[in-house]
């Protein structure tokens, strides 16, 4: 009886599996309703550099709906049941720049996307300072020295540029070296008459990749302009030689600041052609005001310098002072 009862019971469940396979599916999110109109949006979202590297956490919005996703540690993405009409979907994440793809669904209910996101470059250190050049023979130089120390890890970075809009100042950088930008501007490159008009202005720097995408990525400001120098060098005219077999002493007045500064000094070799820089030494106290040589200079025609250079590297150097070893 028990067995009859059983078989009576799989009977009415294979007759009534056979009546629901046949019945209309009238749920708008059932995929087999004939007038589901719902897809699905997923992908991958990889660093544009070569080796492409997948992105974690890049959040997703699909704008239609106002949908917000993100990225899993593959760099992978997917949205279900999305109301097939055409939109885009916009990638962001910190140090990224943003992207935007246009979702066009056509006959498919899946859409699959590959984006690849670039990399913002970072300036790692800036330096932005004056330099005040004294001769004899005329005016002296004024310039302000631009470096800047960039990492790029997509390696796209096609230029770097200093920026002032008060000064109408778009000018590129030069990179002797990896990741190293640097320029020296004149007053002229500034379009100032005095170069003190650019203290307390803040100067941009900007990277351009190679599609023309401009990221400004850092800036600093002109602190200072020291147009005083030191005086009272010593030896300080042509008629000035010194034993060769005699450490050479340079000595000069303090100098006196209302800010932090030291002292550096250079050595030079001349002819009526060239110079050549012989001994170098910087950092050294504000106190100081004498120097003695390390080295025994052979028999030749010199001239010194010493620079004040205070915390922000803004500099000036004194006029240069001659002297001759024989």
Known sequence: MR??????????????????????????????????????IEGTVQTIGNPSIAIANVQILWENANLITETNAFGRFRLINIPMEDGKIIFSKTGFKSDTLAVVWGNSKRFISLTFLNRIPTLDTVSIYTSITNEY?????????????????????????IINETLNLKKPLFNPFEGYYLDTLTE????????????????????????????????????????????????????????????VIFEWNRFEAGYDFNYMIEVYSYNVSSSQLVHSKSNFSSDSTSYTLPQILSDNNYFWVIWIIDEFQNRSRSKPATFRIQ
């Open 3 to 40: 067995i009859r009862l059983h078989f009576f019971l799989l009977i009415i469940s294979v007759i009534l599996i056979g009546i629901n396979c046949n019945a209309p599916r009238t749920n708008p999110l059932d995929p087999l309703n004939p007038d589901y109109n719902y897809g699905t």
């Open 137 to 161: 023979s005329q005016d002296p130089e004024s310039e302000l020295f631009v470096k800047a120390w960039i990492t790029d890890l997509d390696r796209d970075v096609d230029s770097v540029f």
């Open 188 to 247: 002229s490159d500034l379009n100032v008459n005095d170069i003190e008009q650019t203290i307390g202005l803040d100067f941009s720097i900007m990277a351009k990749d190679g599609s023309d995408n401009e990221f400004v990525i850092g800036s600093d400001r002109v602190t200072r302009v020291i147009k005083d120098e030191v005086t009272g060098l010593q030896p300080s005219t042509d008629s000035s030689i010194i034993d060769t077999t005699q450490p």
